[in-house]
């Protein structure tokens, strides 16, 4: 399984931007999916997650500001965000805690490489 995130760049306090993840491989299905982010020094922290039926959960640091989606024809998770404050600089990494590649197989664990989002006052 392999994950590739895009959409990160530079954008002045109270912009947006979208981020894209998408998950390659032998796919039947996915669980849950999420955004988790790394500013530097810091731990990496999550952002956001949804589940295969669509519940969504968020930080609070962005709750209102970050909306977090998936197209599961295309095995894609998104992140929508507005509002940005330079506290959301960070590298975001995209995440699947389970791939079902049959009925009885599957991966766990599965990270993309991360792409960096910069915020600037």
């Known amino acids: 399984v392999q994950l590739q995130a895009s959409g990160g760049g530079s954008v002045q306090a109270g912009g947006s931007l979208r981020l894209s993840c998408a998950v390659f491989?032998?796919?039947?299905?996915?669980?849950?999916m999420a955004w988790h982010r790394q500013a530097p020094g810091q731990q990496r922290e999550q952002v956001a997650t949804i589940t295969s039926g669509g519940r969504t959960n968020y930080a609070d640091s962005v709750k209102g500001r970050f909306t977090i989606s998936r197209d599961n024809r295309k095995n894609e998770v998104y992140l929508q965000m507005n509002n940005l404050k330079p506290e959301d600089a960070a590298v975001y990494y995209c995440?699947?805690?389970?791939?079902?590649?049959?009925?009885?197989?599957?991966?766990?664990?599965?990270w993309g490489r991360g792409t960096q989002v910069t915020v600037s006052s």
């Open positions: 491989g032998r796919i039947l299905s996915i669980d849950s």
């Open positions: 995440y699947v805690d389970r791939v079902y590649h049959s009925l009885t197989t599957y991966s766990q664990n599965s």
